[in-house]
């Protein structure tokens, strides 16, 4: 039985693969950083979340092209 057999025809599985994970957890830690920094009228680590935020987006397209993505060379879904 395959682990794929219960998606609609020609889903991929969006999101299963350890690109996704991680850039998905460094935005909503980066998230809860900045929320707790502007409470704490904190505006350089509110800056600097953002930019970890828009980080996380590099991070997880590296790590896509890496093979980490969906169906990559790298991913448990390809073995």
Do not use: C
């Not at 794929?4 to 935005?27: K, Q, R």
């Not at 998230?31 to 505006?43: E, K």
């Not at 828009?54 to 990559?72: E, M, P």
Request: proline share 4%.
């Amino acid at each position: 039985m395959s682990k794929n057999e219960n998606l609609p025809v020609g889903d991929p599985g969006h999101g299963d693969s350890v690109a996704s994970w991680a850039t998905v957890i460094t935005i909503m830690v980066a998230f809860v950083i900045g929320t707790f920094a502007f409470w704490f009228d904190q505006p350089a680590v509110v800056w600097a979340s953002g930019i970890l935020a828009v980080a996380a987006l590099g991070l997880g397209f590296v790590l896509k092209r890496a093979g980490y993505g969906v169906n990559g060379s790298k991913s448990k879904s390809s073995h």
